[in-house]
């Protein structure tokens, strides 16, 4: 089902939550709606889903008007961050709940329901766990079994609310990658909202970026990343670092590469992989080694002025661990820097 918000309003009391939102989701897309807390990204969600009615604009499902539309006639599935399982419920009750409910024409077989609820614990590898109650499961095991409840009713749009935001790291990241597979699978078109920048680069086919209630920018992960079209977006997706033209030497600027090309460009944002590092006794130094971290199989350096002012925080470049071993830097090591790639905003 394709997804059309047009002109999208909403306010609680003086608080903009939403101002003017248009966008277009195709159909079978997986979109992460992402951004810093109260941006807006769950409260739109909550207006797809019907929980919650715009100020002004329409909602449009696979072209028909649904923004009057209660929730229960939209034909959507929703995910929320804790599971909101039925705790005096097995896991097969639980999953079977939905289609029990439907009204007698639409409601299926009681043979009907078994099949097809051993079926969606069979898609999210928990069959086995059937006649568990919610409380004998780990955290991964609950969300995974909310999944299945909300895809029991066949939804033709599936939204999840941080579905991985109350879980540990190692649980989330097998989840992730859980998530991504089963919609390949299944091909509903899915939203899920996260503040977790990480989460939404590795998930999603198309990432939404909210701020104070727009969006600033959508596009697939590898373009919001490469092309950011400002500063907010450049911040907030991945690391950057943010270097004022106006307050660094001006041989450094010549020497590392990052001499602006018009007098309007003062504001550098560089990735930390765009930075090479060169230790060499007949190339001038321009930073300290200050101290690296370990981030697997990069290596992520901290530079710091030379001595003269050259800029004001420090720089960090990232390397791929063969090569941090073959440059055999140490902390207090001068080295030179080439910048390749820059971004620039005012």
């Known amino acids: ?12 009391g ?9 966008l277009e989701i195709p159909e079978g897309e997986l979109v992460a709606l992402l951004g810093p807390s109260g941006c807006g990204k769950t409260t739109l969600l909550r207006i797809i889903a019907g ?40 896991v097969f009750e639980n999953v079977a709940f939905g289609l029990r409910v439907k009204d007698r024409k639409s ?20 069959d086995w766990l059937h006649d568990r109650y919610p409380d004998q499961l780990s955290g991964g095991q609950r969300q995974r079994i909310a999944l299945a409840r909300a895809l029991a009713v066949e939804p033709s749009v599936l939204l999840l609310d941080e579905p991985f935001g109350a879980l540990d790291a190692s649980v989330r990241k097998d989840l992730r990658q859980w998530l991504r597979h089963l919609h390949h699978d299944l091909n509903v078109t899915s939203i899920f909202v996260t503040h977790d920048q990480e989460e939404a ?7 939404v970026v909210l701020n104070h209630g727009r969006i600033e920018q ?19 997706i991945g690391h950057t670092n943010i270097i004022d033209t106006e307050q660094v030497d001006q041989i450094w600027l010549s020497s590392s590469g990052l001499m602006p090309t018009d007098a309007s460009q003062k504001v550098a944002h560089v990735r930390p992989h765009d930075i090479e590092v060169v230790k060499d006794a007949e190339i001038p130094s321009q930073a300290v080694l ?16 030379t001595g003269l002012q050259h800029f004001k925080n420090p720089i960090y470049a990232e390397m791929p661990n063969e090569r ?12 030179a820097v080439k910048i390749r790639n820059a971004r620039w905003f005012h």
Not at 14 to 22: E, R, V, W, Y
């Open 51 to 90: 929980l919650e009615r715009p100020d002004s604009g329409r909602v449009l499902l696979n072209g028909e008007d649904k923004t009057e539309h209660h929730a229960s006639h939209r034909g959507i599935g929703f995910v929320f961050q804790h599971y909101a399982l039925f705790r005096h419920m097995t």
């Open 14 to 22: 003086t608080f903009t939550a939403l101002n003017h939102i248009d």
């Open 324 to 335: 941090f071993k073959q440059l055999q830097l140490d902390r207090g090591d001068q080295v």
């Open 1 to 12: 089902m394709s997804i059309i918000l047009s002109d999208i309003s909403k306010q609680f």
């Open 201 to 207: 680069m590795e998930v999603a086919s198309q990432v």
């Open 107 to 126: 409601r299926p077989s009681e043979a009907m329901i078994r099949k097809k609820v051993h079926t969606l614990l069979e898609l999210v590898q928990l």
């Open 290 to 305: 200050k101290d690296w971290q370990h981030l697997g199989s990069l290596i992520r350096i901290e530079l710091v002025e």
């Open 218 to 236: 959508q596009g697939g992960p590898s373009e919001i990343y490469d092309n950011p079209v400002n500063s907010f977006v450049s911040r907030f």
